[in-house]
C-alpha cells in the first residue's frame, strides 16, 4: 500500500540555521505530494504542493521537489526563523483516491 | 474568504455516549474529509463525501458515521464512545475529485473521553 516516511523528529535548530526534513514515499504511479504544517493548538496548512516528477513546489521560503527516481520530496529552508517552530507533516495523495496518506510528522523547535 | 470551519472546538463525553461534530466547508467546495489524529497513532482518513454522498471510508468502525448536507457542510457522528476514540478530529475540503486538488484543513474538534 501507499505509505510516506518521515525522518524522525523531533529537530532543534538555532534560528538562520539551514533545515532539511526528509520525506520519502512508496506509491504505485505519480501521486501528488504535499507538505503541511501544525502548529500548537491549530489544524494543519497547506505549505507546498508538487504534482509531478521534478516539480518544485515553494512557499514562505521554504522548498521541496519531487524527486521520482528516489522516490523523495525533501523539506528546506535556507534560513529559520522561531516563527517556524511547529510540526510538519509530508504527505501523499495517488490518482483516483482522494484520502491523504501522512507521514508521522516531525516536531521542530527553533531557538532564537 | 473563510477557511473550513469546525465546531464545537472542545467537546467531552464520557464513555458509552454518542458525539456528533459539525464542519463547514469552504465556499465552493464540494468535497469533505474527516480525519483522526490521535496521539501516537498520526493522522487516518476517516470519510469522504462528495455531493452529498460517502465515497469513501478508512478503517474504522461503523459507529463512526456521518453525512453531508445539501450545503456541502458535514457531520461526524461517533456512538458507543470509548477511550480510544480520544483524538483530535480535522475536516478538510477540497474543490473537486482531482487528486493534485489540495486540501484545506480546518482547525479540529478536540474530542475528550472520560
Known sequence: GNSVTQMEGPVTLSEEAFLTINCTYTATGYPSLFW?????GEGLQLLLKATKADDKGSNKGFEATYRKETTSFHLEK????????AVYFCALRSPGAQKLVFGQGTRLTINP | EAGVTQSPTHLIKTRGQQATLRCSPISGHTSVYWYQQALGLGLQFLLWYDEGEERNRGNFPPRFSGRQFPNYSSELNVNALELEDSALYLCASSLGQGSNQPQHFGDGTRLSIL
Do not use: A
Open chain 1, 36 to 40: 503541511y504544517v501544525q502548529y500548537p
Open chain 1, 78 to 85: 535556507g534560513s529559520v526563523q522561531v516563527s517556524d517552530s
